[in-house]
């Protein structure tokens, strides 16, 4: 059996109603890394009513999405989605930009990509 990497690598801060979530995809996303990654984003929203969120999430090493794995997702949008101020992903992926115009369907907030996370964190620290 071939051992192969994948998973989310995941930092949350969080600073009165503020949460900042970095995420960095590796490989292909199963339904058992979101088993693992689902319980860590619950817990940042737990105690906090009107959480204001900004989302960094690095893309560059994604190989994909089980079925599974993108249902979980979406089940997340639809849950949290209203708690996003912005999302930023990065990574320099050409289907990025498709992704930043269809992801507001399921999460409210600015979405936008970038090919570098410097770009991605300039754009985030932006004020309103």
Not at 28 to 56: C, G
Not at 65 to 81: M, Q, S, Y
Not at 88 to 108: D, E, M, N, S
Request: charge should be negative.
């Amino acid at each position: 059996m071939k051992n192969e990497r994948h998973g989310i690598s995941i930092g949350l801060e969080r600073v009165g109603i503020e949460i900042f979530i970095g995420l960095k995809v590796v490989e292909r996303l199963t339904h058992e890394d979101y088993q693992i990654f689902t319980p860590v984003f619950e817990s940042a929203f737990a105690a906090i009513e009107d959480p204001n969120v900004k989302m960094l999430v690095g893309l560059g090493d994604l190989g994909g999405w089980e079925p599974r794995a993108a249902w979980d997702d979406f089940k997340i949008g639809l849950k949290h989605g209203q708690k996003f101020k912005k999302i930023a992903l990065y990574g320099g992926l050409r289907w990025q930009g498709l992704v930043a115009k269809i992801a507001p369907w399921v999460a409210c907030g600015n979405i936008e990509s970038f090919a570098t996370a410097k770009d991605a964190m300039n754009w985030l620290n932006l004020e309103d």
